[in-house]
């Protein structure tokens, strides 16, 4: 252990002692009191003093101890590979600060002690307790990201518990709901939209979605939708489906969508495609589509306006163009010609086509 | 050899009067299968056996007429104004094929003439058993998945009467089959109807329950009711029963739908296999040629041929022709061998020898060219009519001995309705075919993932048109065109790049 620098002298008196301690054990704890550095340490005194100050009656010293605390802490947690600094040196004085919470009168202190507490309860609660949550919605419900990604999460599993809990006991859902948007429009915006469609279909509530998918961000959301929907029961997987029809259209990737609609077998949405989309061409390539599906389906006038176009679509539809596409691939990859049943029934292995 | 014009067709009268009775109903329908999808052709050389006074060719010919616009619709309806009128002819073979041949051209299409003609064989007292069991089944197929209550009610009305009179008779099967295609994937529309079949006689009772219930639920990966089907699969009841085969092809119906599901179900078919009963035992092997049809995949072709050795002749068959369907259409070496090694191992027994000749057949089937996956579009689609005509084959071949290898060998014409190339083939946007670089290799999973991460892996590069395997993706190598639609299989337009450079 390296001699202690000087302003481990304050608390040099304990710290002696544990080092006399930790000199006769072969193994010693690398997070010593007195291997501090100097801002930690000053960190720590800061800390304490703002608890201090906190209890304090004056309300302008609360403000300020408050503010500082939280200023502490916003820095600290938009990382969390290992347990921040200030949520460390808070830990100790958590009990404190939940009663000090209680007592107090209602004002918008409160609820800026509150929002702490909620951070602090990320590492502090007790499993399944959710107190992070309920400190949450005591809370000034000011920007949640400022706290950072790992808060965000685990506010979204324990919305998730609460969520249950609040449907069996039929109470309501609006402050949880308001929340629920918020931590969706945070996810979204970084990227994580995995973890928002996870948290809607928890809630039950998959139409928020629609206000938070950009431009960037559409397809992944519905990929993940799709694949969801498979393993889904009746009918939470159709409301899947038929949100992640409604992006696709939004942004109009019309071959998604109408792959979207087959799947629903809604004949309805597939002529919503065919009617929102302009070009020819692509309307060509949906008829591609749907003939390969096997329906039966007639383009009717309000799909495709002029007769002519609207009859060669309906021929690609109809599979018209199957077999000459079928012989065209034929003739490429040189397999015309008739195989004889002894070809068959003695072909080496060596021979093949794939 | 589906799809392209056979060197034979010149001596073609030949070889189809070489065959016995209902082996030429096969042998003209043949043609119609090598002219699929070619409606021009294959009406031109169908034209000469439809009057002609040899009842089994003609009933093949009008089958034939069917195959051939399998899949293909027009507006002048030249299936139904050919083979239309036979529906009623006095020879039930002709009937028959009429019937059938309707079924196969006109799948999908919710026809109310169809309707019309077909139902009221369904009620007719004095029409044959196997008569009024193709006409249900066609009703089904041209209603499938529509969950049309006329239709129910006439096969259920059927299912009451034939009751009573012939159980025992294979083709019985059919009724509940077809009642159960019409709600194809429908999941709960299928509860009233269900309702009803219980106060079926016992016999078929059972039977119809599972079929209707494994029907409706295709492709839907839901698993309670997989849980449902496998406790059936488990019991071990006193009296030889029909009703646990159904279940087994059930189990494979519903998990067939996505990966995870597909590779579960497989593994609980292995266990079903040791503990379950004959009937059950039988089932196995179709229930994994559903699950890997044109999949040939090494653990699921090792039970297979493991199966196709069993000492029961049955199992052994339904094995062989399995091992047929997961290679269908692609040439696989190690299935050819296989078969290859069965077929002079079974060289004593006809039976087994036709079964290895039909797993042949679909091996090769197109040359390699075709799929019978009813899976397309990224795996995400299902089409109805496809997973219509596989399941109707497998239910047929629950009972191999009556149906294949009895009078009804012609069923296996029903797999022409999955048929499809497995290509990917561009065209510009006069929908000429053009020929560009692409990139074809395993499709991979990336949902879920950080940034934009590749699609494919382990690619090579072809030229279009190119035939994807099964699990397989391509992508474009080249930015001079973009295509229109991001799903690259089948038929896909290409428009140019506007903002491309030569280099």
Known sequence: MAPAPDPNSSVGGGGGAKRDQASTKVKAPKKKEEDLSEEDLELKQNLELYVKRVQDPNPELQKTALESMSQEIRASTSSMTSVPMPLKFLRPHYGTLKDCHQKMAESDLKKLLADILSVLALTMSAEGERESLGYRLAGSGGDIGSWGHEYVRNLAGEVAVEYTIRQVQESSMMDLMDLVRQIVAFHMKHNAETEAVDLLMEVEDLDPLLDHVGRTNFRRTCNYLTSAAKYRPWPDDMVALDIAYMIYMKFKAYPNALQIALLLDNMQYVKKVFTSCTNLLRKKQFCYMISRHGITFNLDPEMVEDKDDRSMLQEIVNNIKLNEGYLTLARDIDVMEAKRPEDIYKVWPSCGIC | ?503
């Open chain 2, 1 to 503: 050899m589906a799809g392209t014009s056979d060197s034979t067709s010149g001596s073609a009268g030949n070889w189809i009067f070489r065959n016995k009775d209902d082996g030429k109903t096969s042998a003209t329908a043949s043609l119609g299968m090598i002219y699929l999808w070619d409606v021009e052709g294959g009406l031109a050389q169908l034209d000469k056996y439809y009057d002609i006074s040899d009842k089994p060719v003609r009933a093949g010919a009008l089958l034939g007429v069917g195959i051939v616009n399998c899949g293909i619709k027009s507006d002048c309806d030249p299936a139904l104004a050919l083979i239309g009128e036979y529906t009623d002819n006095e020879d039930s073979s002709v009937r028959i094929g009429a019937i059938m041949g309707i079924g196969i051209a006109y799948a999908g299409s919710q026809n109310d003439q169809i309707k019309s003609s077909l139902s009221p064989i369904l009620n007719d007292e004095k029409a044959p058993l196997d008569v009024v069991a193709f006409a249900a089944l066609s009703l089904g197929m041209v209603y499938v998945g529509s969950c049309n209550d006329e239709v129910a009610q006439s096969i259920m009305f059927a299912l009451m009467d034939r009751n009573s009179a012939e159980p025992g008779e294979a083709l019985v099967r059919f009724l509940p089959l077809g009642l159960g295609l019409l709600y194809l994937g429908k999941q709960e529309s299928v509860e009233a109807t269900a309702e009803i079949s219980k106060t079926l006689c016992e016999k078929i009772r059972n039977y119809c329950k599972m079929t209707l219930l494994s029907c409706a639920y295709a492709g839907t990966g839901n698993v309670l009711k997989v849980q449902e089907l496998l406790a059936q699969c488990g019991e071990h009841p006193e009296k030889d029963t029909i009703h646990q085969g159904p279940a087994v092809l059930g189990v494979a119906m519903i998990a067939m739908s996505e990966e995870l599901g597909r590779d579960m179900a497989i593994r609980s078919l292995e266990h079903v296999l040791q503990y379950g009963e004959q009937n059950i035992r039988r089932a196995v092997p179709l229930a994994l040629g559903l699950l890997c049809i044109s999949n040939p995949k090494m653990n699921v072709m090792d039970t297979l041929s493991r199966l196709s050795h069993d000492t029961d002749s049955e199992v052994a068959m339904t094995a062989t022709i399995s091992l047929g369907l997961i290679g269908a259409g692609t040439n696989n070496a190690r299935i050819a061998g296989m078969l290859r090694n069965l077929s002079s191992y079974n060289e004593q027994h006809a039976r087994l020898l036709f079964c290895v000749r039909i797993a042949q057949g679909l091996l090769h089937m197109g040359k390699g060219l075709l799929t019978l996956n009813p899976f397309h579009s990224d795996r995400v689609l299902l089409s109805p009519t496809a997973l219509a005509g596989i399941v109707t084959l497998l239910h047929a071949c629950l009972d191999m001995k009556s149906i294949i290898l009895g009078k009804y060998h012609y069923v296996l014409y029903f797999l022409a309705l999955a048929m499809q190339p497995r290509m990917m083939l561009t065209v510009d946007e006069n929908l000429k075919p053009i020929s560009v670089p692409v990139r074809v290799g395993q499709a991979v999973d990336v949902v879920g993932q950080a940034g934009r991460p590749r699609t494919i892996t382990g690619f090579q590069t072809y030229e279009t048109p190119v035939l994807l395997a099964a699990g397989e993706r391509a992508e474009l190598a080249t930015d001079k065109y973009i295509p229109l639609s991001p799903i690259l299989e089948g038929f896909v337009i290409l428009g140019e790049n506007p903002n491309y450079r030569e280099e």
